[in-house]
Every structure is written in C-alpha cells, then in structure tokens.
C-alpha cells in the first residue's frame, strides 16, 4: 500500500545544530508540504513543492528550508535550530489540485534545547 | 489570504448524545473546499468530511455531516449518537479550489470530550 512515512519521529537536538527530518511518499504525488503544530494550536504551513525542483515559501519558512530533487522526497532542514523551533512537524501530499484527500505522514515531534 | 476560525476551544458531550463543533473562514475565492480532519492522541491527521463550496447539500459520512452555509462562510460539524471513540482534537480546514493546490489553512482545533 501507498504510504507517507518520516522519520525520526522523535528528535532533540541543541540550539544552534543544523537538523533535517525526511519525508518520503510513495503515492507518486507531485505536491507535497510541510507544516508545523505547536501545542494548542492548528498546522501552519512552512514549506511546499508542486513537483521536482520546485519550492516555495509558506507563511512560517524562517529558520527553514527544502528541496526537492526526485517526487518521493522532501526533507526540511533547520538550518540553525532555534528553541522557538520545538514543535510537531508533520509532512502530506496530494495528488492535484481538488477534493482529494491530503495524506499526512505521522509527524516528528522536534525538541530543541 | 484566508482564515479559519474555531471559535470553540474545548467541547463534551455525554455518550450516544450529539455534538456541534462550529468553525468559520473568510476568503475572496468562490471555488474552494473545507474539510474537517480528526486528530486523536497519536497524533495521526484523519480525514472525516469534505465539502466542495460549489455544492448545495451537505456532506454526510454515517454519522458526521455538515451545516455549510457558503454566505455566512460557515461550515459546522455535527457528529451524531457519540462514541468514546470520536474523543480527540478536530481540525477544520479550507484549501484553494483553483489555485495553489493542496495548500490548506486549519483553524486552531476544538478538543472534544466524551463522556460515558
């Protein structure tokens, strides 16, 4: 079966490091994105991709970035973590533009101290 | 840029009872869709409904649906005969009919309790 799956799905890191969580699909879906979810609180996008060598800006992409070199994967990268930066990460895809559904993977919970 | 509003921070309902959990958006766009996502303690987004804005009857799976009042940007869930099961954080989303495809703007959620 198609799947969504990132990892690690637990992580601490210390200010400062660089990290990068990966997302990996398997629906063969050319949009693809990534959010964040601070407790208490809905996801806000970061960044998301409508195919390969294709990125974009979402309302929260400071201290972020992604790239996205073949349709499966999309890895975000905190260039320089930050404390402001713990939060539950989570990646989705969808196929096209419409109704369909957004498949969501099962999240990263990011501790940075 | 739209917004989503969940005005409810925290619902409960008794057991086989029915719940209404409401949700508001605005937006300059007449082609879009809401959605209504489930988010129990492991944190998996589940989707639960979904409401094309250009359609006039409301959604319905078994036993969710929808008040969708497209003038009043307006878009209510209504889960019937409640189980322990339905017990989780519930999301309410919009996302661009026509352009920026797949990108979605969640309101901040309503916790909802059961009570046996």
């Known amino acids: 079966d198609a799947e969504i799956t990132q990892s690690p799905r637990h992580k601490i890191t210390e200010t400062g490091r660089q990290v990068t969580l990966a997302c990996h699909q398997t629906w063969n879906h050319n949009n693809m994105f990534w959010y964040r979810q601070d407790l208490g609180h809905g996801l806000r996008l970061i960044h998301y991709?409508?195919?390969?060598?294709?990125?974009n800006k979402g309302e929260v992409s400071d201290g972020y970035s992604v790239s996205r070199s073949n349709t499966e994967d999309l890895p975000l990268t905190l260039e320089s973590a930050a404390s402001s930066q713990t939060s539950v990460y989570f990646c989705?895809?969808?196929?096209?533009?419409?109704?369909?559904?957004?498949?969501f993977g099962p999240g990263t919970r990011l501790t940075v101290t | 840029a739209q917004t989503v509003t969940q005005s409810q921070p925290e619902m409960s309902v008794q057991e086989a009872e029915t719940v209404t959990l409401s949700c508001t958006y605005d937006?300059?766009?007449?082609?879009?869709?809401l959605f209504w996502y489930k988010q129990p303690p492991s944190r998996q987004m589940i989707l639960v409904i979904r409401?094309?804005?250009?359609?006039?009857q409301n959604a319905t799976e078994n036993r969710f649906s929808v008040n969708f009042q497209k003038a009043a940007k307006s878009f209510s869930l209504k889960i019937s005969d409640s189980q322990l099961g339905d017990a989780a954080m519930y999301f309410c989303?919009?996302?661009?009919?026509?352009?920026?495809?797949?990108?979605?703007?969640f309101g901040d959620g309503t916790t909802l309790t059961v009570k046996p």
């Open positions: 409401q094309e804005a250009y359609k006039q």
């Open positions: 937006t300059s766009e007449s082609d879009y869709y």
């Open positions: 991709s409508y195919g390969v060598q294709d990125t």
């Open positions: 989705a895809s969808v196929s096209y533009r419409g109704p369909y559904e957004q498949y």
């Open positions: 989303a919009y996302r661009s009919g026509s352009t920026n495809a797949g990108k979605s703007t």
